[in-house]
């Protein structure tokens, strides 16, 4: 399935639950508490088993919100890939 594939059945789901009552920056906010969330599973030396699930929760809140904002987020995704590759290190070591 790809990406923006995935993200409309997110959305459907969301909407289904009636979840989407909220502004975008409350989304994003909600976004930022799912990295909470995994910054919590990386307390040790090693991250814990539900350190993927958390990943993947950032993840599909993303995803909804590009949806919903009409935002090809495939499209963006390769365009930032190649805008960060024609960057080059700038300075950074590799």
Same mark, same amino acid.
């Given at each position: 399935m790809k990406i923006n594939e995935i993200a409309k059945k997110n959305y459907q789901w969301v909407e289904r639950m009636g979840w989407h009552n909220k502004t975008t920056l409350e989304a994003l906010a909600l976004v930022a508490s799912e990295?909470? &969330?995994?910054? +919590?599973e990386c307390r040790n030396e090693k991250p814990t088993d539900a350190f993927g699930e958390e990943l993947a929760d950032i993840i599909l809140r993303v995803l909804d919100i590009a949806h919903w904002q009409g935002i090809d987020i495939e499209e963006k995704i390769m365009d930032k890939m190649i805008k960060n &590759? +024609?960057?080059?290190?700038r300075g950074r070591e590799k």
């Open positions: 990295v909470g &969330e995994a910054i +919590n &590759e +024609n960057r080059g290190t």
